[in-house]
């Protein structure tokens, strides 16, 4: 009956297309975090903020969860214990594979938050500078996503499912993000067994206790069939 964190990241989405943040012509080789993702950028220049979430919310709704989302989904089901799911990724790629008990801890793409009120809805369509808040009708609607600065979401829940865990396992994640990158410390404080499952050794590799290299769509379905204990 062990419960069962898992951490995912960009890694994760990579096979449905979906680019990462740090790899070679990654997000941030393309563009500047801080004209993106502070709210600086944001008060700087709305229409650009806008226009990339727009870009990658068409991205993200058109892309197909891939075999490692669709893994995860099945030890959902599987496994006879609690498995929870924190990822930093805002895509729906966890749910349209199937997966429940998601915790977006950097938001979503298909989400607003109003920058004067800070009421949070549903936002599948495109969001630009005059776009209202549902709640109080001011013309401060922006993408709920957590930009760098801000306080990630849900992050006490998070922390007391760490501190239950028996088995933490980090995905597609560089680990150079907090508090994302320290779970692994917080896993093993709990007594957890931690496994990294990256295309390659992240910056806290060296915290884990077991480490399995290679495309996600590959190693997470192999670990997943190890756990539920088929062959
Ligand atoms: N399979 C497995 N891992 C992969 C694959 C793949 N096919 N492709 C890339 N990776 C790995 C890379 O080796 C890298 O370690 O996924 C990791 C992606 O790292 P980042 O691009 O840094 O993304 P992530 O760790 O999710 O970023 C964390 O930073 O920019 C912010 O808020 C943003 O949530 C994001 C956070």
Redesign the pocket.
């Known amino acids: 009956m062990s419960k069962i964190v898992i951490l995912t990241?960009?890694?994760?989405s990579?096979?449905s297309g979906l680019g990462?943040?740090?790899?070679e012509n990654?997000l941030?080789a393309q563009h500047r975090i801080e004209d993106v993702?502070t709210p600086e950028g944001f008060a700087r220049n709305p229409d650009l903020v806008h226009s990339f979430y727009n870009a990658r919310r068409h991205q993200s709704s058109a892309a197909q969860p891939n075999a490692a989302h669709m893994a995860l989904a099945q030890l959902q089901a599987q496994h006879p214990g609690e498995v929870v799911i924190v990822t930093?990724?805002v895509d729906g790629l966890h749910e349209k594979g199937g997966a429940s008990n998601v915790w977006h801890m950097?938001g979503i793409l298909d989400g607003a938050l109003c920058a004067a009120c800070s009421h949070r809805w549903h936002a599948a369509e495109d969001m630009h500078r005059g776009t209202l808040c549902p709640s109080c009708q001011m013309p401060a609607a922006r993408p709920d996503i957590?930009w760098f600065g801000e306080m990630p979401y849900d992050m006490e829940q998070i922390y007391a499912q760490l501190a239950g865990a028996d088995l933490f396992a980090s995905i597609?994640?560089?680990?150079?993000?907090y508090p994302?990158a320290a779970f692994v410390h917080e896993a093993q404080a709990a007594g957890a067994h931690t496994v990294e499952l990256?295309?390659?050794p992240?910056s806290m590799v060296s915290s884990f206790a077991e480490t399995r290299f290679g495309?996600?769509?590959v190693i997470v379905p192999r670990w997943v069939n190890e756990v539920i204990g088929q062959p």
Do not use: C, K, M, Y
């Not at 990241?9 to 994760?12: L, S």
């Not at 990462?20 to 790899?23: E, L, V």
């Open positions: 990241g960009a890694g994760i990579a096979e990462t943040f740090r790899d990654g941030w993702a930093q990724n950097h957590v597609g994640t560089s680990s150079q993000v994302a990256n295309l390659e992240s495309p996600a769509t």
